[in-house]
């Protein structure tokens, strides 16, 4: 099994819809990350937790929200899908040193 | 200005030679810096972190990191086709743990 993984791996969904896309991990990291990647873009950070108390912003949260339901588990919520919310969404698990991120495999959402 | 800024290539490499990847970064307060290596359509997948001044080397990679530059490079020597990807430079502030990630260069190594 995966040490970090996302559901579902594909999505399309219309426009205006809720839709949570979640995260869980066996690594036993208390950081947990959720990152949109756009083509040419790069990933940019879209909110970030280190511990189920501790939720914060990041640079492009505006249209989503999270949930830190245990430490293992951290799930993004679009509450009104929009088509510019098209992207492919990683979660990132780290351990809070310098060794960077672990990723889940992905999803990839479109909103039509 | 992005914090962290690659050329998004793509960088074309014969296969056998060396591939040099090149990125800057604004935030003087970024201390440690990562090289992802990224297939099309799947995760990222960490190649090497540096975080001192210098070369750093792991088997056909190695990382220069000039912090006076502010400048990351990654070097990858007999490059093969399986090497073509999307390299990802990302930096770390020493505040935060959070990863900031620039564009991504696209590499094709051609047999």
């Known amino acids: 099994d995966a040490d970090v993984t996302q559901t579902p791996r594909n999505r399309i969904t219309k426009t205006g819809k809720r839709i949570m896309l979640e995260c869980s991990q066996t690594?036993?990291?208390?950081?947990m990350y959720w990152y949109r990647q756009d083509p040419g873009l790069g990933l940019r950070l879209i909110y970030y937790s280190f511990d189920v108390k501790d939720i914060n912003k990041g640079e492009i949260s505006d249209g989503y929200s999270v949930s830190r339901q245990a430490q293992a588990k951290f799930s993004l919520s679009l509450e009104s899908a929009i088509p510019n919310q098209t992207a492919l969404y990683f979660c990132a698990t780290s351990e809070g040193t310098e060794r960077g991120y672990t990723f889940g495999s992905g999803t990839r959402l479109t909103v039509v | 200005q992005k914090e962290v800024e690659q050329n998004s290539g793509p960088l074309s490499v014969p296969e056998g030679a060396i591939a040099s990847l090149n990125c800057t970064y604004s935030d003087r307060g970024s201390q440690s810096f990562f090289w992802y290596r990224q297939y099309s359509g799947k995760s990222p997948e960490l190649i090497m972190f540096?975080?001192?001044?210098g070369d750093k080397e792991d088997g056909r990679f190695t990382a220069q990191l000039n912090k006076a530059s502010q400048y990351v490079s990654l070097l990858i020597r007999d490059s093969q086709p399986s090497d073509s990807a999307t390299y990802l430079c990302?930096?770390?502030?020493?505040?935060?743990?959070?990863?900031?990630f620039g564009g991504g260069t696209r590499v094709l190594v051609k047999p």
């Open positions: 990302a930096g770390l502030k020493a505040a935060g743990n959070k990863l900031t």
């Open positions: 690594k036993g990291h208390d950081r």
């Open positions: 540096i975080y001192s001044n």
